[in-house]
Every structure is written in C-alpha cells, then in structure tokens.
C-alpha cells in the first residue's frame, strides 16, 4: 500500500470532485465504424482524447494481466522495493525526482523490440497484452495519418515498430485513501496534472473512476471508467509531428477513500535519436513551424527535468 508521513500528505492537493461528463460528450470511436478515420481527427484535434471499442483486443488478456498486476501490488512492501531500480521498476508516492508526490504506487517496464521470456505466468500474460496493445496503437495512429490525408500512412506508426522504439508500459496502483474519510465531496491527487511526452498513451483500467482530463478552457472533467474500452491520450511528440493539429491532453488521476485504481498504460515512444518536428508531410505550402526540431532523447530528459505540472513543449516553441 503506498504509505504517506503526514507532511507529504498535506502536500498533496484536496481538489473539490467534478462532476461526471456525460457519457454522450466523450468521444467514443467504434473501430468497426467505416467512418472511425475521421472521427478519430477530430476527437484528435478537439480533446487529445477518446475512447476506443471494438478494439479486438480480448477481455481475457486485460482481465489476466490485471490479476497478475494486482498480485505484485498485494506483495509485502519489502518485496516490491526490492524490484525498485530507478527510473525502471517499483515506486510508491514519488513521481519523478523533482518533488512530485501522490497517493499511488507504480510498475514502469521497458518494453523490447524482442518478447521477454516465458519464465512466468505473469510474462507470458504481459508478452500477449503487449503485441496487442502496440498491434492496437499502429492501428490508431496509421488511421490518424490516413486522416490527415497523409499517403505514407506508417509515418507515425513507423516510430514505434521501430526496434529501438522507447516505449514502455506501466501500472498504476491507487488504493483506497483511508485520509478521506469524512471528508466530504473532496478526493487527493493521485497522480498530479501533466501531458504525456510520447507519441501515444493507450490506457485500461478496472471499473473504478479517477481519470479527469482538462478541457481547452482549462476546466477539468471526471471520465467514467470501462474496463471492456481503451481510453487514448494524444502525446506531446504527436502534438508537434503534427505541428499542432492534435492536442496533447492534460490530465490526472484523483483517488478516493473506498476504492482501488489499478490503470495500466502503453506510452508508445519514437527511437531515442529520432528527430521531432513539424513533418512537411503534414504541413500546408508556407505554413510556419510551431517548434524547432529537436530528437526524442532531448526531449526526453527535458521531461525528467521538470515537474510534472510544467509545460515542457513551451521550451522548443520558435
């Protein structure tokens, strides 16, 4: 469970709950739909998000490797720092090095171009959920491509096959917060507002609610869990590859006192030399650059440098 000493909790934000979207106002994209191309840009363009079903992928992959994930977290503490190799592996409360804290603890994997071994149930379930969920995440961004009228639909979709694309998959652990008890109408940061810096984040979770996401006009809204969907967050590199036309969403996730989170999250990431730009594939005739080109791995320890809060893009603006 992730323990907090009562100065790191008081650091932690008590925002009022938001009300729910309805359901009719998030995105929903059917990928049977022949019309899920276009409907994929504009949800895109508008939110940087949306939920996808239909998607092909089986309940019983995400309900196995759930489980599986649920075991770790159920560990003795002492077992799960033990696998804590930093940036990699276990962590709890701490997000980052930079003071970021939250009521949740995590399991970050690389992923490899090459399956890990079956040495146990647990990879085996993890190996099976991982060619389906980037299977799924070349789909999205191969129709993305297609949207924009692009003719080399793989432009996007080639960063993340590629074999040393940086992309990783993480769990997110958000247990029960006992601190809120009594406290009514207010739930605690488990993981505090950011953007996420790959290209694409392709979330699941189970069947509780904690995701919000901020609309354009900075107000932010709760999204109502689906443990049978995929929700889908446009990433800081796809904002700029895209010169702007898609939105990388901010977002966070809040945590209340009854009960457990559990999200697990495929960040699909360009090679770590890959340059980023604005693609002349995407751009019309005179139009002006919004950033300057810069590789993924620049980009990436800039991440690392700043809260997760900051707007990091603002750095490689022209």
Not at 225 to 249: A, E, H, I, K, Y
Not at 274 to 286: A, C, W
């Amino acid at each position: 469970m992730v323990v907090l000493a009562k100065e790191e909790l008081e650091q932690i934000s008590l925002p009022v709950i938001q009300k729910s979207l309805p359901s009719s106002l998030i995105p929903v994209i059917d990928l049977s739909n022949p019309n899920s191309t276009s409907l994929i840009v504009a949800a895109a363009q508008e939110l940087g998000f949306f939920k996808v079903i239909n998607h092909g992928i089986s309940m019983e992959i995400m309900s196995a490797l759930e489980s599986e994930a649920m075991k770790f977290f159920d560990l003795p503490q002492f077992e799960k720092e033990i696998r804590g190799l930093s940036p990699l592996g276990y962590g709890s409360k701490k997000i980052g090095s930079n003071g970021d804290l939250g009521w949740v603890e995590y399991l970050l994997l690389e992923i490899a171009s090459k399956p890990k071994s079956q040495s146990s149930q647990f990879c085996s379930t993890l190996n099976e959920y991982i060619k389906a969920v980037r299977k799924l995440s070349v789909e999205i961004l191969e129709m993305m491509a297609q949207g924009l009228h692009i003719k080399e639909k793989e432009i996007f979709s080639k960063l993340v096959m590629d074999d040393e694309s940086d992309s990783v998959l993480r769990f997110n652990h958000y247990p029960p917060c006992p601190h809120l008890l009594g406290l009514s109408n207010r739930s605690l940061t488990g993981f505090g507002e950011h953007t996420d810096p790959q290209l694409i984040s392709i979330l699941r979770s189970n069947n509780t609610s904690g995701l919000e996401i901020s609309l354009k006009d900075g107000s932010w809204v709760s999204v109502p869990s689906d443990p049978t969907s995929f929700f889908v967050n446009v990433g800081d590199s796809l904002q700029v590859l895209t010169n702007g036309r898609f939105r990388s969403v901010k977002h966070r996730v809040m945590v209340n006192g009854t009960r457990s989170r559990l999200s697990m999250i495929y960040f699909g990431g360009p090679p770590p030399g890959q340059k980023l730009g604005p693609s002349p594939l995407v751009m019309e005739e005179r139009e002006q650059s919004l950033y300057r080109e810069f590789t993924w791995k620049e980009y990436k320890s800039c991440a690392f440098r700043t809260r997760l809060a900051d707007n990091r893009l603002v750095q490689f603006e022209r």
